[in-house]
């Protein structure tokens, strides 16, 4: 089974500071699929970037970007110029290629202050 | 796309009563998915389907808990009979064949 670890269950960060998420997790496949997801208090679960593991470049979408590092089973994000709307949860999610279901990590809680 | 729909948003119940959770799935999607979030044990997959076919139910906590897929665009999600300790967020998420999963807005479940 393949297992996602968030090992930060909380952090806090300034606005327009910049902040990294941890995530690693524990495969013997080749071939999958990593995500972030970020939940608002409004509770909705929302995409923030995807990443193939057959993929070598690092994924970017605006502010958020990540470091994956295949071989140390590592997948960071990094929130630049951070908002007060970035305060939420974020979890980490592994998907095979072959699977079916995400597993999820237990998430991070985001506080962004002013 | 609305996205996928999930009703109630909350519902409040009495211990014993018999709780039914609504989802509509995001057109041509394959997979549905149903998760409980609670704050101890964070996410948790319960069951989903594949063409309307469940394909895992081992997260299904106990026979109180059961699931169907009458068609590709209703899904359910019922609790006979509900308990205290099964208040939480429960989840409805879809996703088609190489894409990530798409969540509904979750339904809150309060038992007392």
């Known amino acids: 089974a393949q297992t996602v670890t968030q090992s930060q269950p909380e952090m806090s960060v300034q606005e327009a500071e910049t902040v990294t998420l941890s995530c690693t997790y524990d495969t013997s496949e080749n071939n999958y699929y990593l995500f972030w997801y970020k939940q608002p208090p409004s509770r909705q679960m929302i995409l923030v970037i995807r990443?193939?593991?057959?993929?070598?470049q690092n994924a970017t979408e605006n502010r958020f970007s990540v470091n994956f590092q295949k071989a140390a089973k590592s997948f960071s994000l990094k929130i630049s110029d951070s908002q007060l709307g970035d305060t939420a949860m974020y979890f980490c999610a592994f998907l095979l290629i072959s699977g079916y279901a995400l597993n999820f990590g237990k998430g991070t809680s985001l506080l962004v202050t002013p | 796309d609305a996205g996928v729909i999930q009703s109630p948003r909350h519902e409040v119940t009495e211990m014993g009563q018999e709780v039914t959770l609504r989802c509509k799935p995001i057109s041509g999607h394959d997979y549905l998915f149903w998760y409980r979030q609670t704050m101890m044990r964070g996410l948790e997959l319960l069951i989903y389907?594949?063409?309307?076919?469940?394909?895992?139910d081992s997260g299904m906590p106990e026979d109180r808990f059961s699931a169907k897929m009458p068609n590709a665009s209703f899904s359910t999600l019922k609790i006979q009979p509900s308990e205290p300790r099964d208040s939480a967020v429960y989840f409805c998420a879809s996703r088609r064949t190489g894409s990530e999963a798409f969540f509904g807005q979750g339904t809150r479940l309060t038992v007392v």
């Open positions: 990443q193939e593991a057959y993929k070598q």
């Open positions: 389907f594949n063409n309307n076919v469940p394909i895992d």
